[in-house]
């Protein structure tokens, strides 16, 4: 028989590059997933995928799933090295994501597949734990948990505030009449690729100048910080995990125009102080903000391309006339059967 397992994607709707440093994220989990069926046997993970022509063929004993070819082996190859399952397989990917978007389309395949290869499907922050080894291992980035755990944690209908200093989570119910507005850029990009391992030294970088973890320094901490890069770097982050709480309790509340206008800030601040955005996020954000109906948008994920989130009335987006939009609703977590 064989295993099917589907995990979704995410957007972040607020909290970037604050988890790396112990801080709080808001993402949601939506409605566009991965799909991995597999017929167990064997010492070798075989899958082909409907997002590239190449095959993955990964032995169960992988060394060094860097190395592997194609590229997007190199997640199964992760998955495979971190999990050491005793019994292979052979089977499809499928998915409904847009690679190198922003949306976590590898932590969509990260925890698909190891719940198909038979990884414990009762704890989320392990399964989380996991697959973030499994994507450290595979692409060299050092990413935080946030999308591994918003894949395996998720609740339908609500967002997912989460401290990753603690890993505590809190639902957060998404109202009704609200639409999560998703509009896909056009440029893609690869972490390993883009500054993000940059933006993380310098995240440390700063946290060293001023003997304290960004998670729980103040305005002043930051102050002390000569005027420069690691100033800019350290105030994003500061701010940005006011901005979650205030997102998250607006959110709860019904307060649509204050939660959409803390997004907005975080785009500004990605933009100015943490240097992420680009000139085409920037352009689709300020034409989101200025449209009746729009309460708030920013660029979403890592930056450096990929997609642009709003938090919008119902059909506000229609008569824009921009491409890639697609309206999502809050998932549920991955599943297995």
Request: with cysteine.
């Amino acid at each position: 028989m064989p295993v099917i397992a589907r995990a979704p994607g995410r957007v972040n709707l607020i909290g970037d590059h604050t988890d790396y440093s112990g801080g709080l994220v808001c993402p949601m989990a939506i409605d566009l997933a991965t799909t991995v069926t597999i017929e167990p046997g064997g010492d070798r993970v075989e899958l082909r995928s409907d997002a590239d022509p190449e095959p993955a063929s990964i032995p169960l004993d992988v060394a060094d799933p860097a190395s592997v070819e194609p590229a997007w082996a190199r997640y199964v190859a992760g998955v495979v090295a971190v999990l050491r399952p005793a019994l292979g397989g052979r089977g499809t990917v499928s998915t409904t994501l847009p690679v190198g978007a922003g949306l976590s389309s590898s932590a969509a395949l990260e925890v698909a597949l190891a719940l198909a290869l038979g990884a414990d499907d009762h704890d989320p922050v392990a399964l989380a734990h996991l697959c973030q080894r499994a994507e450290h291992v595979a692409s060299g980035v050092p990413c935080g948990i946030m999308d591994q755990l918003v894949v395996a944690a998720a609740v339908e209908g609500h967002a997912l505030m989460i401290d990753c200093a603690t890993l505590s989570l809190t639902h957060v119910p998404i109202p009704p009449g609200v639409d999560v507005v998703v509009v896909d850029s056009g440029e893609r990009r690869t972490l390993a690729t883009s500054a993000y391992a940059e933006r993380r030294a310098e995240v440390a970088g700063a946290e060293a100048l001023i003997a304290t973890p960004l998670r729980a320094a103040t305005d002043a901490d930051v102050t002390r910080l000569p005027p420069g890069t690691l100033r800019r770097r350290a105030r994003h982050v500061v701010t940005e995990n006011r901005r979650v709480t205030t997102f998250a309790a607006a959110l709860s509340a019904g307060d649509l125009a204050a939660a959409g206008a803390a997004m907005t800030e975080s785009h500004a601040s990605l933009r100015d102080d943490f240097a992420v955005s680009t000139p085409t996020l920037d352009a689709l954000v300020a034409r989101l903000v200025s449209a009746p109906g729009v309460w708030g948008a920013r660029l979403t994920g890592a930056g450096f391309g990929g997609c642009v989130i709003a938090l919008t009335e119902p059909g506000a987006t229609a008569g824009l006339g921009l491409p890639g939009v697609r309206t999502v609703t809050a998932a549920g977590p991955a599943t297995r059967r």
